[in-house]
């Protein structure tokens, strides 16, 4: 799904082969930026050509190129649809780009954060059974008038409020917004972050029950109950989307994630299918379908899942 959205071309989205080598991208550059870091900054442009994580990156890059080349010479038609391909061609306005580099970066900003919530999602409303009739009715009510549209996406509340109550739950992890500073900065009280620094801000207060009431529990309906209760663009701060200093799950202020919007849609859709289709029971290990690898929070590599199809109500 995000590969569509982002290149337009139905076929390559569907081709196994290509599929499998942005996994494989995503997972070799993740551990060749971890062997680069062990070398001193001044050493890492000479480093990388004698790393092998580093070497392979370079060669999918290549691998990569092969794929996006035939997709790459089509002229922009009157009947183009709209995605990352032909909007970087006309922003570019004849300029020279590197697709490739380009498309690799949306991948890696986009394919791991969504797979992400959507199995903590799925964990989170297999324990909530009711939740689950609920949404589907929600579905039913909306997409069965409109169809699965951008407009009827935006209007499913429910799911909107459990999605992002996941997130407020069990974030990407128990930090955010990292940062590098590249001066001296001199806080209003006073405190002094050295140049080149590394900062970043908890976001354990997301969960705490000072902030949010009973914070430390999930409650697929909080969203929904507040933007319910409230009025106008009062409602505005508890929406997927929005951010807030007390809810950083895309981050906050004018660095917050761009291609939020995007993801929600891509979210809402993906588990509308899953929903709408399939009857599904997660099976946890002890110690919680989460684990932490430093400050990340992960989903559980021993999660198991039993799931059925079942006979949707509605045609998606």
């Known amino acids: 799904m995000v590969c569509r959205g982002f290149l337009g071309d139905e076929d390559l989205c569907k081709n196994q082969e290509w599929l499998d080598l942005m996994y494989e991208f995503l997972e070799t550059t993740f551990i060749a930026a971890h062997e680069l870091r062990r070398w001193p900054m001044p050493m890492r442009r000479l480093a990388s050509r004698f790393i092998p994580k580093c070497r392979e990156v370079r060669v999918q890059l290549q691998e990569v190129e092969k794929y996006l080349k035939p997709l790459l010479d089509k002229e922009i038609g009157p009947d183009s649809q709209t995605n990352a391909l032909e909007w970087v061609k006309e922003a570019s306005k004849g300029c020279l ?34 939740l689950v009739d609920d949404i589907r009715n929600e579905v039913v009510e909306i997409v069965g008038k409109e169809g699965l549209t951008k407009s009827s996406t935006q209007r499913l509340y429910l799911l909107d409020s459990a999605i992002k109550e ?134 559980h590599s021993n999660i198991k899942i039993d799931i059925r199809r079942r006979k949707e109500e509605i045609s998606l």
């Open 97 to 130: 780009y590197d697709f490739t580099t380009l498309q690799l970066t949306l991948a890696l900003a986009s394919l791991d954060t969504s797979s992400d919530l959507i199995a903590k999602a799925i964990c989170d409303l297999s324990e909530n059974p009711a």
């Open 166 to 299: 996941s997130q407020r739950l069990r974030p990407l992890g128990y930090s955010n917004m990292e940062r590098l500073a590249k001066e001296k900065v001199v806080l209003p009280d006073g405190l002094i972050i050295p140049k080149g620094t590394a900062i970043m801000v908890s976001a354990c207060h997301m969960m705490d029950s000072s902030v949010w009431p009973n914070g430390d529990k999930y409650d697929g309906y909080r969203f929904a109950n507040l933007r319910k209760n409230a009025k106008g663009s009062l409602t505005s701060p508890y929406q997927l989307t929005s951010t807030s200093p007390d809810h950083m799950g895309f981050g906050h202020g004018k660095q917050a994630c761009p291609g939020r919007h995007y993801a929600a849609m891509f979210l809402k859709v993906a588990l509308c299918h899953i929903i709408m289709k399939y009857d599904f029971n997660v099976i946890l290990p002890e110690e919680g379908y989460v684990q932490l690898r430093g400050h990340n929070i992960l989903p």
